[in-house]
DNA sequence: CCTCTTGGTTTGTAGCGCAAACCTGTCTGC
DNA sequence: GCAGACAGGTTTGCGCTACAAACCAAGAGG
C-alpha cells in the first residue's frame, strides 16, 4: 500500500483550516444561515469571521447576500454545490487517509 | 444536541497542521524513523521537515535524537507517548465531531 | 440631539509555513 | 592531497494569513 503521508501532509489549507472546516460543515447542515447565527454556532468573532466569509465567497464555497428583515440589513449565507461537494469530499478524504495510515506498516528504510 | 462547530473552529492548530498531522500519524505507525525517511516519507523539504520537528520536540511530541550509523550522523526521530496520544485523540476528535455534524439539525433562529 | 444596540467591514500586527541559502563533514576521482 | 560531489541537516528571509481591535452605518429609545 502507498503511503499516505504525503497526501496528509499537502491537504487543501483553504478546507482545512479549523474556522473554516467549521463554517463550511455547520453550512452543509443548515442549507442557509444569517450572519449572526454562524458567529454564534462557530464562537468566531465578527471580523474573524467576515474575512472568512469573503475568502469562501471568493473561492465560490459560499453566496453571501444582504437582505432585509424589516428594516435592519441582515447577510444571508449559503453554501453552493459546489464548496458542499468540496467539504464532503475533504473529510471523506481525511477519513480515508486515516484509516490507510492505520493499517500501514513500514516498508524499506525506516 | 450541542452544536459541534465551535469545537471544531477551536481544533489544536499544532496538530491540524496538515505537514505535523502527517509527521505524527506516521510515526505512531513507525514508532521511530530516521530525518530522511521521514522526508520521503512525507514529500516535505528538508528544511520545512527540520522546523516541523523542532516544534514538535519543543512540546513534548516527538524526541529527535543525533546517533552515528558508522561515521555519518544519522538523527533518529522517535514519537513520545504524549505525542502519541495528542494525535490519535485528534484524530478521534474530528471524527467524532463530523458525526455530530451530521446528525446535527439546525435549532433557533437560522 | 445624543448614545445604545445591531450588524457588520477594514486595518494592523504577530506568527507561521515554506524554500532557498547555508553549513559541516565524508567520499571519490584524479 | 585537494577539488568537487554528496549526505544530512539548520538557519534565514519572505509572503501569507488568522485574528482582534478599531471603525462604520443606521435604527431605537430617551
Known amino acids: ?8 501532509a499537502t491537504l487543501d489549507r483553504l478546507i482545512h483550516e479549523p474556522a473554516r472546516l467549521a463554517l463550511l460543515t455547520a453550512l ?11 458567529q454564534r454556532l462557530t464562537g468566531l468573532s465578527k471580523g474573524n469571521l467576515s474575512s472568512h466569509l469573503s475568502k469562501l465567497e471568493e473561492v465560490g464555497f459560499v453566496t ?6 424589516g ?23 481525511l477519513e480515508q487517509l ?13
Open 64 to 69: 453571501v447576500e444582504k437582505q432585509f428583515k
Open 1 to 8: 500500500m502507498k503511503a499516505p503521508f504525503e497526501e496528509l
Open 28 to 38: 452543509t447542515s443548515c442549507e442557509s444561515a444569517d450572519f449572526l447565527y454562524l
Open 98 to 110: 486515516r484509516s490507510k495510515a492505520k493499517h500501514w506498516v513500514p516498508q524499506g528504510t525506516e
Open 71 to 93: 428594516k435592519t440589513p441582515l447577510t444571508r449565507i449559503a453554501v453552493t454545490d459546489k464548496g458542499r461537494e468540496a467539504v464532503e469530499q475533504h473529510w471523506q478524504q
